[in-house]
């Protein structure tokens, strides 16, 4: 799908939406319902735009207090109630880097520039993703609730982007460990990156 050279971006905390992912959302904000009013009009295009960690708690909704990568999102679903709220489903399209604002009233609009994933060692890549699914596979072991077709869609992912996505999503829950990997272009790397941020062991710890 090509995306356009600008699109809406909803700003929400601990929160950030990856390629092929969904996302669910309950849309409330009146700002955020003429956003999505005025993108199922369109091309159905939004970002979410992920706001940093501040000590005080509740992070200002300032041009710097917003993480600059992303990734545009398409309306798979949508749901509108009598009252104007909206039930919907976003699904990740492609990483995306912010380069400026178009708009900020009564709706944040951002200028973008698609990121292109670069795979600079594919066969330490594929590697590097057989070792990332046994240890994903090693966790939902422990995890009863994960589910055999969880298992079973994990190990139908044979491209290594697509796995790094796919487990990101699904098995890191903490959007600021999450974030960094939307920035990061080369697939090794990320792969690399959920290898250290994974749930390990009582006693080891992580911090980026």
């Known amino acids: 799908m090509m995306l356009p050279n600008a ?9 950030n939406v990856f390629p092929r992912g969904l996302l669910p959302l309950y849309i409330f904000e009146p ?17 979410v735009g992920t706001l940093r960690e501040c000590p005080e708690g509740h992070c200002p909704e ?16 949508c749901v509108n109630h009598a009252d104007g709220t909206s039930h919907l489903v976003l699904q990740g399209l492609r990483r995306v880097r912010f380069t400026g604002w178009e708009q900020h009233h009564p709706f944040r609009v951002a200028r973008i520039e698609p990121l292109i994933s670069q ?19 090693r966790l939902m072991r422990k995890n009863s609730e994960l589910g055999e077709q969880l298992a079973s869609r994990l190990e139908a992912l044979t491209d ?29 790397e990320r792969l690399d990156y959920l290898e250290k941020i994974l749930p390990r062991p009582a006693g080891q710890q992580f911090s980026p």
């Not at 041009?63 to 309306?75: K, L, Q, R």
């Not at 795979?119 to 596979?137: G, I, N, Q, T």
């Open 7 to 15: 699109v809406p971006v909803m700003l929400l905390p601990q929160c």
């Open 119 to 137: 795979d600079s060692e594919p066969e330490a890549s594929r590697r590097a993703a057989a070792c990332l699914l046994k240890r994903v596979l």
């Open 160 to 188: 290594p982007e697509h796995l790094a996505d796919f487990v990101a999503a699904h098995f890191v829950a903490e959007a600021h460990l999450r974030q960094p990997l939307l920035a990061m272009t080369e697939i090794r």
């Open 31 to 47: 700002r955020y319902r003429a956003m999505v009013a005025e993108a199922l009009k369109t091309d159905r295009i939004l970002c």
């Open 62 to 77: 300032g041009d710097d207090n917003i993480h600059e990568h992303s990734t545009a999102a398409v309306i798979r679903a």
